[in-house]
């Protein structure tokens, strides 16, 4: 099966006034297409760092990222972001909605950021997946945060791409809800045959993923 995401000896620290602290030591890591993995480790092994570097939303200080085989880390910073509207969905642990823009604008506001013209059947499609159709011109601060979260889903999914890069997207919620917003994470998984990556503290969480690796000190354990 085809590697989709490659991470090759991928070191990363941050500085914090003299204090350097290494969030990834020479990590290497690799997902295949249509996988779904469950990322876990302990507060602060760098699960997070992982997954914004693989979703490039970060760089790395040493080491290759590949992305569906081309390497990303050393391309430009506009092909950096155009690749990342196209390829990649998020869905973070606090939603991240947009308060002034309706739940149908949040939705689509990964295709107006690319300038791309939002295909409305599809949006719909999307809306009525996670239940929220109705709600589709209400403001994210009327829904209750599972809600939230599913608008959240319908919008990593809005560009179509073939990964979601998810961190703690159940961190938020109650049991029941957090259990509904996975069995919709991997209905979308799916019906759009996606690549999924989930940061997750929550065992219940990770025993939907086919795969769960273990993260500690910056590299796996
Ligand atoms: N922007 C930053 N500036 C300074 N240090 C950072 C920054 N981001 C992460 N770190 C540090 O890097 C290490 C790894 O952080 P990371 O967020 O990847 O861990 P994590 O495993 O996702 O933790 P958690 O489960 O608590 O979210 C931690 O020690 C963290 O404090």
Known sequence: MKTVIRLDKVSKSYTLGEKKITALKEFSFEVKSGEFVAVM?????????FLKIAGTLEKP????????GIQINGLSQKKICKIRQKK????????????EYTIW???????????????????RQLL?????????????DQLSG????????????????????ADEPTGNLDYQTGQEIMK?????RELYRQTIVMVTHDMDSANYADRIVYMEDGALR
Not at 89 to 99: D, E, H, N, S, V
Not at 133 to 139: C, F, K
């Open 41 to 49: 480790g302990r507060s602060g092994s760098g699960k997070s760092t």
């Open 61 to 68: 200080d040493t080491g290759a990222v590949f992305l569906n």
């Open 88 to 99: 990649i969905g998020f869905i973070f642990q606090q939603y991240q909605l947009l308060p």
């Open 105 to 123: 604008d949040n939705v689509c506001m990964p295709l107006y950021i690319a300038h791309t013209v939002p295909d409305k059947a599809y949006i």
């Open 128 to 140: 009525e997946k996670v239940g929220l159709w109705d709600r589709n011109g209400d403001y994210p």
């Open 146 to 165: 599972g809600e939230q979260q599913r608008v959240a889903i319908a919008r990593a999914m809005a560009a179509k791409p073939g990964v979601i890069l």
């Open 184 to 188: 919709l994470i991997c209905a979308s």
